[in-house]
């Protein structure tokens, strides 16, 4: 069983930057394969980025250019660096992490983009 938790969501004006982070558990955590999503209220869950075991990552056409992710294998967490926020990218993202078939998701933090 793999445990996340989210952090670092806030309220942020739009062109402005915020770094989510999240926390997992076990002792395999450099060979899972983490993800951000999020889901904007109404919608459904979108993938954001993802980045796998060998540090290869991926992003969504709506954010590439704008967001970083990456991981400390040391600390188990994952990050999203968000930067030129803006209005849509206002949701709630959540950390999901992949190994040996299984999916694991955490409980998300909220991120609004507004003046």
């Known amino acids: 069983q793999v445990q996340l938790v989210e952090s670092g969501g806030a309220l942020v004006q739009p062109g402005g930057s915020l770094r989510l982070s999240c926390a997992a558990s076990?002792?395999?955590?450099?060979?899972?394969?983490m993800s951000w999503y999020r889901q904007a209220p109404g919608k459904q869950r979108d993938f954001v980025a993802t980045?796998?075991?060998?540090?290869?990552?991926n992003y969504a056409d709506s954010v590439k250019g704008r967001f970083t992710i990456s991981k400390d294998n040391a600390k188990n967490t994952l990050y999203l660096q968000m930067n030129s926020l803006k209005p849509e990218d206002t949701a709630v993202y959540y950390c999901?992490?992949?190994?040996?078939?299984?999916?694991?998701w955490g409980q998300g933090t909220q991120v609004t983009v507004s003046s």
């Open positions: 980045i796998s075991s060998g540090n290869s990552t």
């Open positions: 076990g002792s395999m955590f450099s060979m899972y394969v």
């Open positions: 999901k992490a992949r190994h040996l078939g299984y999916l694991y």
